[in-house]
């Protein structure tokens, strides 16, 4: 009898695995800030780690040192804060699924309540985070563009103290934030919406879980019946989620009329430097800023009193 | 260097000694012999290697097997009970959800997920559950009438059970 070679690898040493790292799972923010201060540079924080454990088993990363941040108390908030003109508080460990169905971002955060469902798919938004997803830093992260558009910042410490950053000055490049190797990402941030106000996110995916071809962060806020405020924010058409802030600025201080929301959306595609690829040509997507900007903000002319 | 681990896994401790960068579904295969989990396209893609982690459903190969320390796994191997099918077991038996099977433990631990949350889906709810698991033999229509059957025997059992 001839042996039948096994075409099929029966261990794990023959799949795809990471290279070697020291493991720590420090229980508070404080025993995890002073690992980071000791590891630094050698050290990646694993939250939802839908992105990073993907980059690790193909080696793209490889860090000596993983801190998991996933049995830290006090990272799971989710709430407004009156403070100030008032915001929304998303802790580092808040997942995608809790934030799909929140009733506070829906009726309060109409962007990001749009945008929760079309992260990736159910099993992944379990797990994933929207803070690890701005620290990743993924030019295709739908986060990214949201929070761009809201206006967002990120809140991170370390055992030197606490620093606000806008997400604007955050994403600093394709995967990359001007987060320090000593830092934790703690918090995320948004202002509360004043007036009447609205807003949607529109994606376009090849599939369910694929990253965007193209996706849509849009915000208004109206007085009056004119723009107070507007944010858009553009994903997978650059080197980071990109805020269109001339286009932003077409639509302060007028109604949300045919030729106003033309004239953004023009520039918003204008603002747009997509790479042709798999999923597209360049000219292909920077057109479907266009018709997604001016979508989206007609889905909003009948914005909601707050 | 390895770690020493206890797990919950479909209702009995077990504990491992694992090099950290070991994922959870070489833990739940290669360790613990369980090889209902199954490996697929490895890149957090195709929900084959799905498993519940304290009842919520979780890529296997997207975990470390240490962060599952202290906790509770339940693979398609712990559905079964005292020699008897799991209801959704049955289901997918009478609806004809499976072709290949290769898809079939993911497939059945999310729906299982699902009638804990929701025990009347619609369609569609059915079909956002089983959106991040792919089936190459193209049976999501039986799939989703399984899950059905599934949620429609349950409600019966429960309607009838003596309160």
Known sequence: MPTIARSVPQRWEAYVFPSNFEYFAPTTIDEALGLLAEHGDEAKILAGGQSLIPLMKLRFAAPAVVIDINRVAGLDHLEESKRGRGFLRVGALVRNATLERSELLSSRYPTMAAAAPLISDPIVRNQGTLVGSLCHADPQGDFGSVMLALDGEIVVRSTAGERRIPVKRFLDGPFTSTIRPDELAVEARVPSPEGRFSGTYLKLERKVGDFATVGVAVFVATERGKVMRAGIGLTGVGATNIKATEAEAALVGHRLSDTAIDEASRLAAAAADPRTDVRGSADYKRDVVRVYVARGLQQLTGAKAA | ?163
């Open chain 2, 1 to 163: 260097m390895k770690q020493s681990i206890t797990v919950t896994v479909n209702g009995q401790p077990r504990g491992a000694e694992v090099e950290p960068r070991m994922l959870l579904v070489h833990l739940l295969r290669d360790v613990f012999g369980l090889t209902g989990a199954h490996v697929g396209c490895d890149t957090t893609s195709c929900g084959v290697c799905t498993v519940l982690v304290d009842g919520t459903p979780v890529k296997s190969c997207t975990m470390f097997g240490v962060q599952v320390d202290g906790r509770s796994v339940t693979t398609v191997e712990g559905l079964a009970a005292n020699g008897a099918m799991h209801p959704i077991q049955e289901a997918f038996k009478e609806e004809h959800g499976l072709q290949c099977g290769f898809c079939t433990p993911a497939m059945m631990l999310v729906a299982t997920a699902l009638l804990e949350e929701n025990p009347d889906p619609t369609e569609d709810d059915i079909r956002w559950a089983i959106s991040g698991n792919l089936c190459r033999c193209t049976g999501y229509q039986n799939i989703v009438k399984s899950v059905q059957y599934c949620a429609e025997q349950m409600r019966q059992a429960s309607a009838g059970a003596p309160s």
